[in-house]
């Protein structure tokens, strides 16, 4: 161990301690390499036998004198006030507050000049006197005393001021006029030359690929890289609309995937304390903006227990300054910038770190002979590290500044290269890598900013140091040999693949019913645009049938995330995840075993909702003798519920305080499901947590994109192409629970007016696609807070709804996860808009 030893001088207050006669030490703001505080209390000074204690004694006298200044001003008639200030310190102020004191002045024989009677004490601790100058001596003593008695010990300054010099007047040329002056030869100091900052390669500079800047290379396009000697490359850049990730691809042959995967609380040693995976499924789908014709932007928000981290995705198409802190930062076409914003963490200690993991992959979709890849960080003299991921010509490049916004502060952060973290691929035809961005310990926010392209590169990956290569490029094979390889991995992948559909074309015999078919019921809005694939995105949705003669049923999906159905066979209930991108058997006949004699009344409910996956229906496999039946109209009733995370049942089944997942989520057991079952009324549902009516949750824009409006007209909310056909299904009463992230907490607001008009042309809009006039309520939910209420009644009284008020009726108990209703407070909520429901509608 290495010790170093530091001191310094610490001047306290006059007076400190003077009451305890004494006053403790505590230390506070050690920082190390990551900006991590540090702290030590008395007591802790203490049990380690420091001297946390200073004793303070009295003074000999009552009252010192520190300093004397003087101030000249001009007055009214242009003559010259001499001011005099004196400033000193009282020890015992208690007796002398409100005291007048008495300033003689004495010449240096000691003989009285002047005095100035009572001058009286402007600050209890602090001597603070001011007196007019009136005598001519330029040596003499300032004696500060009270006038009644010598109880109190005063304090004198002695004066000594210099002979003033002889007045000379100024001129702005410099001398007086009419006066020919020799010009004299003046020495100009030598000027310190500026440090300049050399960079790699010189920015290929002579090229024009770039130019240096303090160290770091500004390339012109479509130069790009750490030394501008790499070329730019037009790609496809693709977003997900579950999680921030991107994928990259260049013209089908090389995929790149990015995204943000974990984060994770480290302590002064980098040993993890705790972690938390940033599970695809439940990052929250903000907003997308794609009308900006320079960049399209991208906004998701994930929930930890105490944490909120908003991601940022911006796709540039156009070169575009932004800036970032006190940086101007060039993004040229087809790259991708993630921004993360960060709110308050609960560190375990204020000496741990938090670290937001990325994770990058680059692939080769080509069949190469000779195949090479490398991975390497690099860091340049300027402000920023780089990432480099390079499979033969090709690599995906990633920017990452040296610093983020720490509490809205430039604050110097490290990025690192993990090894640690998961397995990664290494392979010589793809490569995974997982980047940590080190924050040191924060209370309220942070921001990083980094940014990732693919380029070609001028030097092939074989050719660097530490590359991972195939057998062919390590022992130079030849072109036949190459071949030959290709060609009998290919046969034996038909082989492979023929084995594949051979067996599973043996596991789903039986008999196969399209969801086409006449006899299953559908209840929700269902994209029936293929006929062999029904596409499935809102919550609550249903598919029913009767079935007879078989002994097992199965059902085909396929999904683009996490999405659950509560499967009910009879009053037998299963919960079914459907998470497989390619189309899946899911079965239940190892649970149950069905009675060929018997008919069954199996319905899916459709539990998760669209931001959490899509799901694509590809049928129903039963028994070979099986008969579906007609399934019967079940109920003349309907209630459509729109909404946002509540109407969801967003963490309805976790036990706070919990992150949200998918699995927790079920539109069964929210206030619509209850409601809907105790009515026998069937259940339409358009609802996406963190929607709003102008402004999404988080958003810092207004009017957000994709707010719930903007949506609902649609059959699939994740695609604008698909348009919902209203003829379809004509509710008997609608119920609306939005508002809640229009007034999230997040600033900016939307203003009453845009608020109250957006709703009000919002339920216009929906009136006019019904014409069976529905009956129409409103709901201001337990999450809503004034004055947002208020503006829900305003709207529900202009367009003449019933107002449902549910403002703090949840107790501490009725919480689920990330502080939305749990089953208890849904039942609380259904218990308050039943009878209203219930009442209105004379059910």
Request: proline share 6%.
């Amino acid at each position: 161990s290495t010790w170093i030893s530091y001191n310094t001088t610490i001047e306290v207050p006059f007076n400190f301690g003077i009451v305890d006669k004494r006053f403790s030490i505590s230390i506070y703001g050690a920082a190390d390499r990551l900006m991590n505080l540090a702290g030590l209390t008395f007591d802790q000074l203490k049990n380690q036998s420091y001297n946390s204690i200073i004793k303070v004694e009295n003074n000999a006298k009552d009252l010192i004198i520190s300093d004397v200044e003087f101030i000249n001003a001009t007055l009214a008639d242009d003559s010259i006030q001499e001011n005099i200030l004196i400033f000193g310190h009282i020890y015992n102020y208690d007796t002398l507050s409100g005291l007048k004191l008495i300033v003689k002045i004495f010449d240096k024989q000691g003989s009285l000049v002047k005095i100035y009677p009572y001058q009286e004490l402007i600050q209890h601790s602090g001597l603070h006197i001011h007196i007019v100058k009136t005598f001519s001596l330029l040596e003499y003593t300032i004696h500060v005393e009270k006038n009644e008695s010598n109880l109190i010990k005063m304090d004198s300054y002695n004066i000594t001021l210099p002979k003033p010099l002889p007045f000379k007047p100024v001129y702005c040329t410099g001398f007086p006029p009419d006066i020919e002056v020799d010009p004299q030869p003046e020495s100009t100091p030598s000027p310190t030359p500026p440090v300049v900052i050399p960079c790699p390669n010189d920015c290929g500079a002579p090229k024009g690929n770039g130019y240096c800047n303090n160290g770091e290379c500004n390339c012109i396009y479509p130069y790009s890289g750490i030394d501008c000697s790499s070329i730019l490359l037009n790609t496809t850049i693709t977003p997900n609309t579950t999680d921030p990730s991107v994928t990259i691809n260049d013209q089908k042959r090389f995929e790149s995937i990015l995204a943000v995967v974990g984060i994770r609380e480290l302590d002064p040693q980098s040993t993890q304390v705790n972690s938390y995976e940033l599970v695809s499924g439940n990052w929250l789908f903000v907003s997308s903006s794609e009308s900006n014709d320079i960049y399209k932007q991208y906004e998701y928000v994930y929930q930890l227990p105490s944490t909120n981290i908003t991601s940022i995705i911006q796709i540039f198409d156009k070169s575009h300054n932004i800036t970032f802190g006190s940086q101007i930062i060039n993004m040229q076409p087809s790259t991708v910038k993630f921004t993360f914003n960060i709110t308050s963490y609960p560190f375990s200690s204020s000496l741990n770190s938090l670290q937001l993991v990325l994770m990058a992959s680059f692939k080769s979709q080509e069949s190469l002979g000779s195949t090479c890849s490398v991975t390497d960080f690099i860091e340049d003299q300027g402000s920023s590290e780089y990432l480099r991921i390079q499979i033969q010509d090709r690599s995906l490049y990633g920017r990452f500044i040296k610093y983020g916004l720490v509490e809205g502060r430039e604050t110097a952060i490290t990025n690192t290269l993990l090894q640690d973290y998961k397995q990664s691929i290494r392979k010589p035809d793809e490569t995974q890598a997982y980047i940590g961005l080190n924050i040191p310990y924060y209370k309220n926010s942070v921001q990083l900013d980094p940014d990732f392209s693919v380029l070609i590169e001028h030097e092939s990956a074989s050719d660097r140091d530490n590359s991972i290569c195939t057998q062919a490029s390590k022992n130079g094979l030849t072109a036949a040999q190459i071949a030959g390889i290709v060609i009998g991995g290919v046969v034996f992948i038909v082989i492979v693949a023929l084995a594949l559909i051979f067996i599973i074309s043996k596991k789903v015999s039986g008999l196969f019913i399209p969801p086409s078919n006449e006899k299953i019921n559908y209840v929700g809005r269902v994209d029936k645009s293929v006929s062999s694939q029904y596409g499935l995105a809102w919550p609550g949705i249903q598919i029913s049938v009767l079935v007879s003669g078989t002994t097992r049923f199965s059902t085909v999906f396929a999904s683009t995330g996490q999405v659950y159905y509560n499967v009910y066979i009879d009053n037998v209930m299963f919960v079914m995840n459907v998470s497989s991108p390619l189309p899946q058997p899911y079965s239940f006949s190892e649970s149950l075993i069905l009675d060929p004699t018997q008919t069954y009344n199996i319905t899916l409910i459709k539990r998760t909702e669209a931001m959490t996956g899509i799901s694509t229906f590809y049928g129903i496999l039963v028994d070979d003798n099986s008969t579906l039946i007609s399934y019967p109209k079940t109920s003349s009733r309907s209630i459509e519920f729109i909404g946002d995370s509540i109407t969801c049942g967003y963490g309805i089944l976790g036990e706070a305080p919990c992150p949200f997942q998918a699995a927790q989520e079920d539109i069964s057991l929210t206030y619509g499901g209850i409601i809907s079952r105790e009515l026998e009324a069937q259940l339409y549902v358009e609802s996406w947590s963190g929607k709003g009516v102008v402004k999404n949750f988080g958003s810092i824009t207004i009017p957000s994109n994709q707010t719930l409006p903007e949506l609902y007209p649609l059959t699939n909310p994740t695609e604008y192409t698909d348009y919902w056909d209203f003829n379809d299904f004509l509710p008997d009463a609608v119920v609306i629970n939005l508002g809640t992230n229009d007034y999230d907490g997040t600033a900016p607001f939307p203003s009453k007016k845009l608020f109250e008009h957006t709703y009000i042309d919002f339920i216009n809009f929906i009136k006019s696609k019904y014409i069976n006039n529905p009956l129409f309520f409103l709901v201001c939910g337990p999450m809503i807070t004034d004055p947002c209420c208020q503006y829900v009644q305003n709207v529900a009284h202009a367009v003449d709804a019933i107002y449902i008020d549910m403002q703090g009726i949840l107790e501490p108990n009725d919480y689920g996860c990330v502080g939305h209703p749990n089953v208890e407070g849904h039942a609380k909520m259904a218990s308050i808009a039943l009878p209203i429901i219930q009442k209105n509608m004379g059910w």
